[in-house]
């Protein structure tokens, strides 16, 4: 059972380009939350989506930065005319149904916007 | 809104030293606690957690005890390893709404030989 998966691990943009993360949720896990870590710095949350709806999008800039959940297929956080400032680490997590449970990470993917 | 406030790192200690990690929190309701650990270039793992007061958490020779009363949720270990070098998070999921989980800033801990 393979764990959260996000690719890519590592992205090198341009500013003024469009970055586009994936993530795919644990098998059987329909909840995916997504962080951003600055270099230094804690996670902060980003946005939570469950299959086709955005629960909670409260920590996204309101410019440049969407995400979505389809039906089918991973989850996607995209950010439209990168800046220096988007230079992070990204983080995904997943999990069940509602309970008192952690959350399953993905291994990142590190941004990089030259 | 809900809080968690990690003491700030980092913290250096020599193998075998004892460590705690000090982590208090603000939530309303019976918030369940977590530590997660990060090594370099990886993402978070579960350590241990605690799902209400007077529990404790133990994994690979950590422990944390849920304690309401100081609203904290220390994490200690008996003796570090060079392998323990990573940067440790306290978290808390509030059972009052949806699965989303405050965390703290980090610390650094660095074990040296």
């Known amino acids: 059972n393979a764990g959260v998966m996000q690719n890519p691990r590592h992205l090198v943009r341009r500013r003024g380009q469009e970055a586009r993360l994936r993530c795919s949720p644990m098998k059987g896990h329909s909840h995916v939350y997504w962080y951003r870590q600055l270099p230094e710095e804690g996670l902060k949350f980003m946005v939570y989506?469950?299959?086709?709806?955005?629960?909670?999008e409260s920590g996204m800039p309101k410019e440049r930065f969407s995400a979505e959940f389809p039906k089918e297929g991973p989850s996607i956080l995209r950010i439209q005319q990168v800046v220096r400032g988007d230079s992070a680490a990204y983080f995904c997590?997943?999990?069940?149904?509602?309970?008192?449970?952690?959350?399953?990470f993905g291994s990142g993917t590190r941004l990089t916007v030259v | 809104g809900d809080s968690v406030t990690q003491m700030e790192g980092p913290v250096t200690l020599s193998e075998e030293a004892f460590l705690t990690i000090n982590c208090t929190y603000t939530?309303?309701?019976?918030?369940?606690l977590f530590w997660y650990v990060q090594y370099p270039g990886e993402g978070l793992q579960l350590l241990l957690k605690a799902t209400k007061a007077d529990d404790k958490g133990s994994n690979k020779g950590f422990e944390a005890t849920y304690r309401k009363e100081t609203t904290s949720f220390h994490l200690e270990k008996g003796s570090v390893q060079v392998s323990d070098s990573a940067v440790y998070f306290c978290?808390?999921?509030?059972?009052?709404?949806?699965?989303?989980?405050?965390f703290g800033t980090g610390t650094k801990l660095q074990v040296i030989p």
């Open positions: 939530a309303t309701g019976y918030p369940s």
């Open positions: 978290a808390l999921h509030n059972s009052g709404g949806y699965q989303k989980v405050t």
């Open positions: 997590a997943s999990s069940p149904d509602r309970g008192p449970y952690g959350y399953t």
């Open positions: 989506l469950q299959k086709e709806n955005i629960i909670d």
